[in-house]
């Protein structure tokens, strides 16, 4: 009751204020409502009204889905019941050609990573060639010194020792002339 005169004060004072305005012919202001159009603040009252009474619907809170899924919006519709639009459909010649360029794209693709994986075992099998003639020119520069009696062994310091490597000495020993004490009869 009391929001009621509220407005209707308001109303006739925006009406007061309106003929105040329309000076002493009269005459309205050409911001003034035509005669026989409903009056200005009627429509305003409605939009309040209406505003009102959404957000009361709005401040009515929402209890806890039975599922347990508070994140889920119940707005959201599905996604099988949007409506969606049917895909442009390509010429078929055009589907031919993308298809050979994809098939061209994957070939070369296909060549360099051959190319590359070629030149990778290329390189190791180099590196290993490198690794064995290494080995060879060392062995081949030893200075060999065959030990036959292994009580020198035992009689040889520790640093000595550090220095003494096994060998497969069957080479050696073949091109070593074999040293025979002479008989004595």
């Known amino acids: 009751m009391t929001q009621r005169r509220r407005e209707g004060a308001s109303w006739r004072m925006e009406r007061d204020g309106a003929a105040a305005a329309a000076g002493p012919g009269g005459e309205a202001p050409s911001s003034a409502p035509a005669p026989g159009t409903a009056p200005g603040?009627?429509?305003?009252?409605?939009?309040?009204?209406?505003?009102?009474?959404?957000?009361?619907?709005?401040?009515?809170?929402?209890?806890?889905?039975?599922?347990?899924?508070?994140?889920?919006?119940?707005?959201?519709?599905?996604?099988?019941?949007?409506v969606r639009d049917k895909p442009l459909r390509a010429s078929w010649e055009r589907k031919v050609k993308e298809r050979q360029e994809r098939r061209l794209v994957r070939e070369l693709a296909r060549?360099?990573?051959?190319?590359?994986?070629?030149?990778?075992?290329?390189?190791?099998?180099?590196?290993?060639?490198?690794?064995k003639r290494r080995l060879e020119n060392e062995r081949k520069a030893e200075i060999v010194q065959v030990i036959?009696?292994?009580?020198?062994?035992?009689?040889?310091k520790k640093k000595q020792l550090r220095r003494v490597e096994k060998r497969d000495t069957l080479a050696a020993l073949q091109k070593a002339p074999v040293r025979h004490k002479a008989a004595t009869e």
């Not at 309040?48 to 899924?69: D, F, H, N, Q, T």
């Not at 036959?148 to 040889?156: D, E, F, S, V």
Request: net charge positive; proline share 8%; aromatic share 2%.
């Open 148 to 156: 036959r009696n292994p009580t020198k062994l035992k009689r040889a």
């Open 111 to 131: 060549q360099l990573q051959e190319g590359k994986q070629r030149q990778r075992e290329e390189k190791k099998r180099r590196r290993e060639e490198n690794l």
């Open 41 to 82: 603040p009627a429509p305003r009252r409605r939009k309040a009204a209406k505003k009102r009474k959404e957000a009361a619907v709005a401040a009515i809170p929402r209890g806890r889905p039975k599922s347990g899924r508070v994140w889920k919006d119940p707005g959201r519709k599905r996604f099988s019941l949007m």
